[in-house]
């Protein structure tokens, strides 16, 4: 595959997310980089879907992993050969184009085996083997095609046959002991300008004669050969010449190596890698769903770069990051939250600003870069900053964010405040979903001082039905807990008319105690005025597990 770059949120992405994904993507696109493709490494929202669905913006690709595949490596720039051409024909491409295998497809396209040097060199080998009799399958047509033959009589061309080869070169009497011999068997027969030795054979009832050198068969013989069904070529070439390139008349299909299995694009690299050491080529052809040769791949390819490299938008931190990043080139981080444990080997694009929303900074790309911004993608921007600042009433909330909502709401001629609404209430719907589909809806995973510990959020207008609920969630927090071996994982509910949150809290009994937030209820507290998972709860958390570490 060609290079693809990946623009990807976290795992488990918001609408900040995904719409930051999306519109850097288009950015880049419009800048003439048609090679970046947006990309999520979770499923969305409900609230995501609904925006996306609105404005008509294509949802970003899933990739649930970045694992390395076989698509990341392979060629897919790959020939292929029909089963029925002629061997000759077949090393000819591969000589030509510099190609080590070729792979042998059916009429309907459909992979069947490969062609390799090491297993021609061995099927030729023994065809020419002089201590062993041996037989090659043809057909008059592809003797014809590999001599470059002049066709004087053909009958039934294509079919194909198991023949021995006789060459006409010795006394008449022997050469009719050697006709009576194969009687029962297909013969090719090849000699010169012998009227005798091209009589006896014609008599002597072979499938095919190949007369040499150019030379021309008598009309007499030639009417007896048809009466006799007996296919006639002229071979430009002399016997011994002749005598070589007959056992490259054979299918390619007959010299391939069929014990080579096909694999897809799909596959991970850890699984190929046995295969490819198995295989005698050290390649592998790569077919896809319907078993059509898409590409190939050798262990050279696995050496070199992938064809795959990255941006992470609205994080920075690689527990939240898609699994596999560390595969891959990191180009850009484009962030607004605190800086994580992201270390590169190389120098990268980094702009990490205190603002809102992730889609404030990539709004303001685009406008630096002097590119207009299509109306449907404003539109998904606009919703990303509201989403993620609450209708521009989250403590995160910045005079940069305002600013460039209004320009965008200038742009999309959107009612900021109605839009916002429209937003909160495609997010904060609960009923028919799941306790583990809401957790893991807008879930962050972090690392602090050796331990680990996640923290969820939904936006609802009122907490009422999560509390009725209450027993449903806390049995999912503690398994996600013990399932991540955390030190605690928490859901953060924020009532979006009230403006503060319930947090729902499963954890270590061992840190329970330095939980100092007000308790509303068993595994529930209270957080007034807080609606910022990213700004007000966690730096708070973050104290509180310095100080259990300590």
């Not at 024909?89 to 497809?105: E, H, R, S």
């Not at 043809?138 to 194909?160: C, F, R, W």
């Not at 002749?242 to 096909?262: H, N, R």
Request: charged residues 25%.
């Amino acid at each position: 595959m060609k290079k693809t770059v990946y623009i990807i949120g976290h795992k488990n992405p918001d609408t900040d997310s995904a719409v930051s994904a999306a519109a850097y993507a288009k950015l880049k696109q419009l800048l003439g980089f048609d090679n970046y493709v947006a990309a999520r490494a979770g499923h969305l929202s409900p609230q995501s879907e609904y925006i996306f669905s609105r404005f008509k913006v294509n949802l970003p690709e899933y990739i649930p992993d970045l694992i390395p595949k076989t698509a990341y490596y392979m060629k897919d720039k790959c020939d292929t050969v029909s089963e029925n051409v002629s061997l000759w024909q077949a090393i000819g491409d591969m000589d030509t184009k510099d190609y080590k295998v070729l792979p042998i497809v059916d009429e309907k396209g459909t992979y069947c085996s490969l062609l390799h040097y090491n297993a021609f060199a061995k099927d030729v080998l023994k065809i020419m083997n002089p201590d062993h009799k041996s037989a090659i399958t043809t057909s008059v047509d592809l003797v014809k095609t590999t001599l470059n033959a002049q066709p004087i009589i053909v009958k039934n061309g294509s079919t194909l046959m198991k023949c021995g080869i006789i060459l006409g070169t010795s006394q008449l009497t022997t050469f009719k002991e050697l006709m009576n011999a194969h009687k029962s068997e297909n013969m090719i027969v090849i000699t010169g300008n012998r009227d005798d030795i091209q009589e006896a054979a014609i008599e002597g009832g072979a499938k095919l004669v190949v007369i040499t050198s150019g030379f021309v068969l008598k009309k007499e013989l030639r009417e007896k050969a048809e009466k006799k069904g007996v296919s006639v070529l002229i071979s430009p070439y002399p016997s011994a010449s002749t005598a070589m390139l007959i056992p490259y008349a054979t299918p390619v299909s007959a010299m391939a190596d069929a014990t080579v299995k096909p694999i897809q694009a799909e596959d991970t690299v850890t699984r190929i890698r046995p295969l490819l050491q198995q295989s005698a080529s050290r390649s592998l052809p790569v077919v896809n769903k319907d078993n059509k040769v898409i590409g190939l791949i050798s262990e050279s390819d696995l050496l070199r770069e992938p064809n795959v490299e990255v941006i992470l938008v609205d994080h920075n931190e690689i527990t939240q990051a898609v699994e596999g990043l560390e595969h891959y080139k990191l180009l850009e981080v484009i962030d607004h939250h605190r800086l994580g444990n992201l270390a590169t080997k190389y120098p990268i694009t980094f702009i990490n600003k205190p603002v809102g929303a992730t889609a404030t900074l990539i709004t303001n790309l685009y406008r630096e870069h002097k590119v207009s911004i299509p109306i449907n993608i404003a539109s998904i921007l606009l919703c990303g900053i509201l989403a993620d600042t609450l209708i521009l009433q989250s403590t995160t909330t910045t005079d940069i964010d305002r600013e460039t909502a209004e320009y965008l709401s200038n742009i999309t001629n959107l009612d900021i405040q109605k839009l916002g609404e429209d937003l909160i209430t495609a997010g904060s719907r609960i009923g028919g979903r799941s306790a583990s589909e809401v957790i893991h809806q807008d879930m962050k995973e972090y690392s602090q001082q050796k331990e680990s510990y996640t923290v969820s959020q939904i936006e609802v207008d009122t907490p009422d039905e999560i509390l009725k609920r209450k027993k449903e969630f806390m049995d999912e927090l503690e398994i996600e807990r013990r399932s991540r071996k955390a030190l605690f994982c928490a859901l953060l509910v924020t009532d979006i008319t009230s403006l503060s949150s319930i947090l729902l809290f499963e954890g270590d009994e061992h840190f329970i105690p330095y939980l100092t937030f007000p308790k509303k209820e068993e595994n529930v507290y209270y957080l007034k005025d807080v609606v910022s998972r990213k700004k007000q709860l966690i730096p708070l958390l973050s104290e509180l597990v310095d100080h259990y570490a300590q």
